[in-house]
């Protein structure tokens, strides 16, 4: 499935607890279960991904893929940046929350950002990235779930 650099995930149930990711045509590709309070699960086709928080107060993330370290994030700092290391690149992040959205630039590179921007009650977002690097869609889904979980911590 070409996703061409974007999905939208919408929450399913009351809770918000889980979302539906879709491709742009509207086919959902692939689900993210909460696992509060320390981590996530992702499901698309056969793949099954983890991600768990871990670390002093639980300040670094790690994600695996059929037990493959995929992404490494953290520690958080006080303005709530933060790196991403996945694909053999580092991204610094941020998170607006008040705003929901998240951005990942590469910290080397003039390469284009991955993005997320989420609807006002935290249900839908919608995540833009360079659509020829793999290591993106991990950086996004991340990012989804990291600020899906701050905000059900927050509010």
């Known amino acids: ?57 639980g300040s670094r993330y790690r994600m695996t893929t059929d037990g493959a370290v995929v992404l490494i994030a953290g520690p958080e700092g006080r303005d709530g940046g933060f790196n991403i290391f996945c694909g053999g690149k580092t991204y610094a992040a941020s998170y607006k929350l008040l705003r929901n959205t998240a951005t990942a630039r590469p910290a080397d590179t003039g390469d284009a950002e991955v993005r997320l921007e989420g609807g006002l009650a935290g249900r839908s977002y919608e995540a833009t990235f360079p659509k020829d690097e793999g290591a993106a869609l991990a950086v996004a889904v991340f990012l989804l779930y990291r600020n899906a979980a701050l905000r059900r911590e927050t509010f």
Request: aromatic share 8%; charged share 30%; no cysteine.
């Open 1 to 57: 499935m070409d996703l061409g650099g974007r999905f939208r995930a919408r929450a399913r149930g009351l809770t918000g607890g889980e979302f539906s990711l879709h491709a742009p045509d509207g086919e959902e590709f692939g689900r993210l279960r909460m696992r509060p309070p320390f981590g996530a699960g992702f499901e698309a086709g056969a793949s099954a991904t983890e991600i768990v928080r871990e670390g002093e107060m």
